[in-house]
C-alpha cells in the first residue's frame, strides 16, 4: 500500500477556459495529465449517456429526445463511451458527475462494456443515486454529495457537519464532495474522527488552495490545474496529511 503527501488534483469540467463537457476539454484535460477528470453525464430518451451539465443542450432537452436527434442539432455533443477512450488512452482517471438518477443503469452498462483499467469514482450523489449504485454496482467508489449549508434552516454550523459526514458513513460512502464555500476547519478536525475523505470543488483562488493543503483534504477541484500545481511544489517538503491512493495511481494492482 503507498501513500500520497498531496491532495489529488482533479480538472473541473470546462477547466481551462474551455467549454465544458467538450472535446477541447477533454483533449487538453488529458495533456494536462491531472489525477482526474471530471465530466457531467446525462442520458437521452434512448439511454445513450452523453456529456452535458445542464438538461437541456440548445433546444433539445436531453431526456426528451433520442440521441439521433440530439446528435442531428447538436453535433459536438460527446458520448461517454467516446470520453472513455479518449482518457484511457491518457491512462487518467474518471469523476462521474451524475446529473440525473436516470442515466445510471445506461451508465453502469457502458462501464461494463468498456472493461477499462482506469478507475472510476462517482459524484453528484444524494441519498436515492447511492443507494442505486451500492445495490447494481456494489464494488464502486462513491462519493455523497454534502447539501449546501443554510444557516437559516440549521443555525449551528456542528449540527450541519455532523449531519453530512453521518450520511457518508450511513451509506458507507468513498467520501464526501463539498463546496469550497461551505468547508470550515473544524469540519475537517470532525471529519477525521470518521475517518472520511473530504474532496473539495471548485478552487481557483490561490489562498484557498493553500488553505485546503494545509487542512488535508483529499482532492481539489479546480478549473487551473497549473496554479495548483504551483501551490502544491511549495508544499513539498512539508508533512501534510497521508491517504492511500492506490486505488487511483495502481487499480489493478
Known amino acids: 500500500m503507498t501513500t500520497e503527501h498531496r491532495p489529488l488534483i482533479t480538472v473541473h469540467s470546462g477547466g481551462f477556459s474551455t467549454p465544458a463537457n467538450s472535446m477541447a476539454y477533454l483533449k487538453l484535460a488529458c495533456e494536462k495529465r491531472p489525477d482526474i477528470i471530471e465530466i457531467d453525464v446525462r442520458a437521452t430518451l434512448d439511454n445513450v449517456v452523453i456529456l ?123 467520501g464526501l464532495n463539498i463546496s469550497c464555500e461551505d468547508l470550515r476547519p473544524e469540519f475537517m478536525g470532525y471529519s477525521r474522527l470518521y475517518d472520511i475523505p473530504i474532496l473539495v470543488w471548485t478552487v481557483d483562488d490561490e489562498e484557498r488552495m493553500q488553505e485546503l493543503i494545509t487542512l488535508g483534504v483529499y482532492s481539489i477541484t479546480t478549473n487551473n490545474v497549473d496554479l495548483l500545481r504551483t501551490v502544491l511544489r511549495r508544499n513539498s517538503g512539508r508533512k501534510l496529511r497521508l491517504y492511500d491512493t492506490d486505488w487511483i495511481k495502481h487499480p489493478k494492482q
Request: aromatic share 8%.
Open 52 to 174: 452535458s451539465h445542464d438538461p437541456a443542450v440548445g433546444n433539445s432537452v436531453i431526456a426528451e429526445v433520442t440521441s439521433a436527434q440530439l446528435f442531428e442539432t447538436n453535433p459536438t455533443v460527446i458520448t461517454l463511451e467516446q470520453a472513455l477512450r479518449i482518457c484511457e488512452d491518457h491512462r487518467i482517471g474518471l469523476n462521474l458527475d451524475i446529473k440525473e438518477q436516470r442515466a445510471i443503469d445506461p451508465l453502469l452498462r457502458i462501464l461494463d462494456r468498456h472493461k477499462s483499467e482506469r478507475p472510476f469514482i462517482f459524484s453528484g450523489c444524494g441519498r436515492p443515486e447511492v443507494e442505486e449504485l451500492h445495490r447494481k454496482s456494489p464494488r464502486s467508489r462513491v462519493l455523497y454529495n454534502a447539501d449546501p449549508w443554510d444557516w437559516k434552516k440549521v443555525p449551528d454550523y456542528r449540527d450541519y457537519m455532523r449531519a453530512q459526514l453521518s450520511a457518508v458513513k450511513e451509506l458507507n460512502c468513498f
